[in-house]
């Protein structure tokens, strides 16, 4: 059974950097996609950034670009979002998800998810 836990959450000023991690466990995730989504209060779900297990591709949406970094370590079956100069707008529920494939940036297409990490960014 795959499980994804996501960790590292929290309240940050503008301006400040989190790491989120996303363990992965249940199945061997070779040929696989890791990716971040968000949801806002009142908001659609939205992608963040993704990368494929081997770490051949990445994608990011445009509003974060230059700021997130996402990246992952085999050895430990972890996908880590590290996000850097964070604003009010980046506050939501951030959660991982898996599908097996390419980096995809729509929620439909991934198959696991996790049960979330509440960022706060405070202005």
């Known amino acids: 059974q795959v499980q994804l836990v996501e960790s590292g959450g929290g309240l940050v000023q503008a301006g400040g950097s989190l790491r989120l991690s996303c363990a992965a466990s249940g199945r061997t995730f070779a040929h696989f996609a890791i990716a971040w989504f968000r949801q806002a209060p009142g908001k659609e779900r939205e992608f963040v950034a993704a990368?494929?297990?081997?770490?051949?591709?990445?994608r990011y949406t445009d509003s974060v670009k230059g700021r997130f970094t996402i990246s992952g370590d085999n050895a430990k079956n972890t996908v880590y979002l590290q996000m850097n100069s964070l604003k009010p707008e980046d506050t939501a529920v951030y959660y991982c998800a898996a599908r097996p494939g390419g980096p995809l940036p729509h929620v439909g297409r991934y198959d696991y998810w996790g049960q979330g990490t509440q960022v706060t960014v405070s202005s």
């Open positions: 990368i494929t297990w081997s770490g051949a591709a990445i």
